[in-house]
């Protein structure tokens, strides 16, 4: 599997950007997927994610700091993930990966879950 991330760029704060994910593979609908960032100096950290269970249906979690800012959605028959960020703040700077593993996994907000991970695209928000 591999994966693309896109759609970064330089706002100022409280504007919006969309990221996208761009997944190879099959099955792409059955992945467990996340929006995860780094910023410089500080660990990974967990943004979103999307499960799709067949028991349970589709769950999303977010961060609290994202919490009610961003929204994170996917297009099956595009093989494709977004992360739509909304208000945007100069703390949301960083690279954001997405990531992907096969199956309804949990937990879903732990880096280590993911075994497929994108190259990272790079926000900057400015005050």
């Known amino acids: 599997v591999q994966l693309q991330a896109s759609g970064g760029g330089l706002v100022q704060a409280g504007e919006s950007l969309r990221l996208s994910c761009a997944a190879s593979g099959r099955t792409f609908s059955s992945y467990t997927m996340g929006w995860f960032r780094q910023a410089p100096g500080k660990e990974r950290e967990f943004v979103a994610s999307?499960?799709?269970?067949?028991?349970?249906?589709?769950?999303?979690y977010y961060a609290d700091s994202v919490k009610g800012r961003f929204t994170i959605s996917r297009d099956n028959a595009k093989n494709t993930m977004y992360l739509q960020m909304n208000s945007l703040k100069p703390d949301d700077t960083a690279v954001y990966y997405c990531?992907?593993?096969?199956?309804?996994?949990?937990?879903?907000?732990?880096?280590?879950?993911?075994?497929?991970w994108g190259q990272g695209t790079q926000v900057t928000v400015s005050s």
């Open positions: 990531a992907a593993v096969d199956g309804t996994v949990t937990p879903t907000t732990t880096p280590s879950t993911y075994k497929y």
């Open positions: 999307w499960k799709d269970s067949r028991w349970s249906g589709i769950s999303t």
